[in-house]
């Protein structure tokens, strides 16, 4: 086991002390860097780039170098998973994904396998490996999957969604269906984190996109309730250490109290909540990441700090903040903003945990 050089991040999961508050960002990995984007044309494509673990893993050490993340998180997709299920996965250029033959029947649910993470999902668990040994232990990896509600969603729908009509006309509609296809991916899910774990991942991450598209009464019974089998299955010691789970529901936060409650180990905040107000609901239960608006990165460096400064100060001095974006970076934002976050938050956090 290599010696792991920076765990702020791991410690800040538990809400163990730490020197400062560490950070990584959604999507750190992405088209607001040259060099990704100059990796991804000699890789071919999108998906092209997640098969191929030499490149997967080029892109994912890309902001450690560049930004300084405290942790890297694999380059991958979500909906690699539906894919090693059987469906046909599509990314044309300028479009978003599309599922040329999606789900409209029981008979379609049936005939989708629990896949071997191992064998259909093989070139992940290579990528894994090989982040690990690159990494030699600077930062932590996490691993990640999408929810199954939100898997289900793109798999309904074949593709993104706006109305979501199919998808909700199914869970309204044919319950029973949903809650077999629901039930099926909670387990592939599980089957593939903790593979990723196996293979090296050192925490994992929920992305449940779609959880705040539903009715509380709906969030908890086709979205939360899933998570939960996800991890009430997952591998939580790997390694001699603890392996966080953290749970991120964007436009979720109305449900803070359940999500805190699902058994992960660090809830995700979305940038529609203020830091202060979440944790004086769930209090010292889990862990809280994020949760700066995402948007703010086009704003100048000056007013980027002032915002991280203000973020550290709502959450203020306790243990267990991972400092985040409330989502995912966008692809035009100034490369040295994104620096300006990092630099900001490892500047202005030490003075909290003092």
């Known amino acids: 086991m290599t010696e792991l050089h920076n765990d702020l991040f791991l410690r800040a999961c538990l809400r163990q002390p730490v020197e400062r508050t560490p950070v990584w960002m959604m999507r750190q990995a992405g088209r607001y860097l040259a060099e990704y984007r100059e990796t991804r044309k000699r890789a071919g494509g999108f998906l092209d780039l997640c098969k191929n673990p030499e490149l997967a893993c ?28 059987g469906m046909e996965l599509t990314f ?61 969603t793109y798999m ?61 009464r709906d969030y908890r019974e086709f979205s939360l309730r899933y998570m939960r089998r996800i991890i009430e299955q997952l591998t939580r010691e790997h ?29 995700g905040l979305d940038w529609t909540i203020d830091i202060d107000r979440a944790r004086a609901r769930i209090g010292d239960r889990v862990a809280l990441q994020g949760n700066m608006d995402p948007a703010m990165l086009y704003a100048r460096p000056a007013r980027i700090r002032e915002e991280v400064r203000d973020i550290l100060r709502r959450f203020g001095h306790h243990n267990g903040h991972i400092f985040n974006l409330g989502h995912g970076i966008t692809p035009d934002v100034p490369r040295e903003h994104a620096i300006e976050f990092f630099r900001a938050v490892r500047e202005e956090s030490p003075v909290f945990h003092r």
């Open 58 to 85: 080029e892109v994912t050490l890309q902001p450690i170098d560049i930004l300084g993340a405290d942790a890297a998180i694999l380059f991958s997709d979500i909906l690699v998973v539906p894919e090693a299920m």
């Open 92 to 152: 044309g250029a300028g479009e978003g994904p599309k599922f040329p033959a999606p789900i409209a029947s029981r008979a379609d649910v049936e005939r989708l396998p629990v896949p071997d993470p191992e064998q259909e999902l093989d070139y992940v668990m290579a990528a894994v490996r090989a982040i690990r040994r690159a990494l030699a232990g600077r930062v932590p990896l996490i691993g990640f999957s999408g929810s199954p509600w939100t898997l289900a």
């Open 239 to 267: 390694e001699g250490r603890r392996v966080p789970v953290i749970l991120y529901t964007k436009g979720g936060m109305g449900w803070l109290e359940d999500i805190a409650a699902s058994g992960c180990d660090v809830v």
């Open 156 to 216: 309904v729908e074949g593709g993104g969604s706006k109305t979501f009509s199919k998808v909700k006309g199914m869970m309204f509609n044919d319950p029973d269906t949903m809650h077999l296809l629901l039930a099926k991916l909670a387990d592939a899910v599980a089957a593939y984190l903790n593979a990723q774990i196996a293979n090296g991942a050192q925490a994992v991450q929920i992305f449940d996109t779609w959880g705040g598209i539903l009715t509380t």
